[in-house]
């Protein structure tokens, strides 16, 4: 064994030894170095995948620079330059190394300069609220000289005096206090109140000067008698269209419409130009008076039954609910209920006829006295959305209310703990309500185009799974129903522009009347409780048509 070159060097460990004790007398014995690729070689398991059949090495292959792989990517020029100035403004590549103790130490002392958020409660002046928009104590610039020739830096800008007359430089970040004459203005208004009425009729008294409330007793049909002793019918045709809101040209929608109790010889509607206005429906058929006090749409109306309609209530979109007396048009009361009133409803009972419940936007349903001002008597707060609905029921000692969050709830009157909730998987948006004459059902318009019954006579609040009204398209909008006052008929709008008739036992369709040829939402419906067959459809258009 004189050249030990010859064997290989993978030789099992037991023969090496044996070869070496052989060798070990020979005095001119090589040390075969063994190289790195050898010694990384693995002895047992599977193939390492990273390694071909022909390459010595295993890091080889994911190697193309000395100190390991690199690869080619793509970075917008928005991203590069971005986080090129993130590293300039700590101060480049040759920045110091800051701990996060001492980052954190940075970002106080910059948060420190600010000036503070002030107090949401105070609107201006000193101490007003400013919030992310609070300027800093000092300016963080520095003004210099710079000499001719010299180019300006990437943190530095030229800064040129215009003598512009008249103008006065508003530093950013400053919060500009309104004159005081529109403060006095502003404090005038939430004093007094902005909201006025006009009477728009012919005659405000008749010849024994009584008002337009007083119920005509020399007509051909009695308006006295008993709600629900006549036999209803379906209309046929449109006897009298109003257009009460909007200017001349540019009808504005109707959002609400409600017809004086017991009587319906008037009638009042709310629409998206923020007026209230109510119109006589026998005599002359004219506007007799605007109520205006809200700045935005009305969302709800609804007469007072404790007085007989003397007093009806508003509701809109900047967020407050006002009580009037609906025949001088004088503003009784107003309640800054917070948020937007999606329904407004009096109590019809004898006893609390004075209070009210208003399902507002933020999920919460508030009850007021009218008496007491403008202090909240009660709260209902378990909804998980907005209130669409409010029903009173089991003469006025409960309620049932529907909202966003797919459930319907019954309460107590009085007593914020719901009594009942029916919250089912398949169940839709109840947005619009309408009480059965009997006061056996509650119907509500659903979002998958039906209307759907509900139970409320007894103590069994449950859906009545037989009743169900279909044939027309109300989803995504508030369509309003209505029954006939013998309970007789169903009626309902249609986001197409049509008024459907079903019957109330058998569920049939009877009839589909055009009521908006261009197509516009039918969203509120209303049926005379003296008469067979009137009824009044309103929407989107801004026309209000009396049916026969």
Not at 223 to 245: A, Y
Request: include cysteine.
């Amino acid at each position: 064994m004189a050249d030990f070159n010859e064997y290989p060097p993978d030789l099992p460990v037991r023969d090496a030894l044996i070869l070496r004790n052989h060798a070990a007398a020979e005095s001119a014995h090589a040390v075969v170095p063994y190289s790195a690729s050898d010694l990384t070689r693995p002895n047992f398991g599977p193939a390492n995948p990273f390694k071909g059949s022909d390459e010595p090495s295993t890091g080889d292959k994911r190697k193309n620079v000395l100190t390991g792989r690199a690869e080619e990517t793509f970075i917008s020029e928005h991203t590069f330059r971005a986080k090129h100035r993130a590293v300039e403004r700590d101060g480049g590549p040759e920045r110091e190394f800051m701990t996060n103790k001492q980052q954190k130490e940075l970002a106080r002392q910059v948060r420190a300069g600010r000036e503070g958020k002030g107090s949401a409660t105070v609107a201006d002046g000193e101490g007003s609220y400013v919030g992310p928009w609070a300027r800093y104590r000092s300016a963080r610039w520095e003004e210099v000289e710079v000499e001719g020739g010299r180019e300006l830096g990437s943190d530095e800008e030229e800064v040129t005096d215009d003598d512009g007359e008249g103008e006065e430089v508003v530093e950013s970040g400053t919060v500009i206090r309104a004159p005081e004459v529109s403060l006095l203005r502003r404090e005038e208004v939430e004093r007094q109140g902005e909201e006025t009425s006009v009477f728009e009729g012919s005659e405000e008294f008749d010849y024994l000067g009584r008002g337009y409330l007083h119920v005509p007793q020399d007509l051909d049909i009695s308006l006295t008698k008993e709600v629900g002793e006549v036999t209803n019918f379906i209309p046929k045709k449109v006897v009298h269209v109003w257009r009460p809101h909007g200017k001349q040209g540019n009808a504005a929608a109707v959002t609400s419409l409600k017809l004086f109790p017991g009587s319906s010889h008037l009638g009042l509607s709310g629409g998206a130009d923020g007026l209230v206005k109510i119109w006589d429906v026998y005599r002359n058929r004219e506007v007799l008076r605007s109520y205006k006090g809200h700045n935005k749409a009305v969302t709800d109306l609804d007469f007072m039954r404790q007085g007989g309609g003397r007093r009806f209530l508003s509701g809109g979109f900047d967020r407050k609910v006002r009580l009037w007396d609906t025949e001088t048009g004088q503003c009784v009361q107003r309640f800054n209920v917070g948020k937007t009133p999606h329904v407004v409803k009096f109590n019809p009972g004898s006893e609390n006829g004075h209070e009210f419940l208003a399902g507002l936007s933020d999920n919460r349903i508030v009850q007021y006295d009218s008496r007491a001002g403008n202090e909240t008597v009660q709260e209902y707060d378990h909804h998980l959305g907005a209130i669409n609905t409010l029903e009173f029921i089991d003469d006025s000692r409960r309620f049932m209310s529907t909202s966003d969050d797919r459930s319907l709830r019954v309460w107590e009157y009085g007593i914020p703990v719901e009594i009942k909730t029916i919250s089912e998987p398949d169940m839709f948006a109840l947005t619009k309500s309408a009480q059965h004459p009997s006061g056996k059902y509650v119907l509500y318009q659903c979002s998958d185009n039906s209307i759907v019954a509900y139970s409320s006579g007894s103590d069994k609040f449950r859906q009545n799974r037989k009743k169900a009204w279909r044939g027309h398209n109300a989803a995504g909008s508030a369509i309003g129903i209505t029954c006939s006052p013998d309970g007789q008929f169903v009626a309902s709008g249609d986001t197409g522009g049509s008024v459907c008739f079903w019957d109330f036992k058998t569920c049939k369709l009877y009839s589909k009347l055009t009521a908006d040829s261009s197509g516009g939402a039918i969203n509120c419906v209303a049926w005379s409780e003296q008469e067979t067959s009137k009824v009044f459809t309103a929407g989107a258009k801004g026309e209000i048509r009396l049916w026969d």
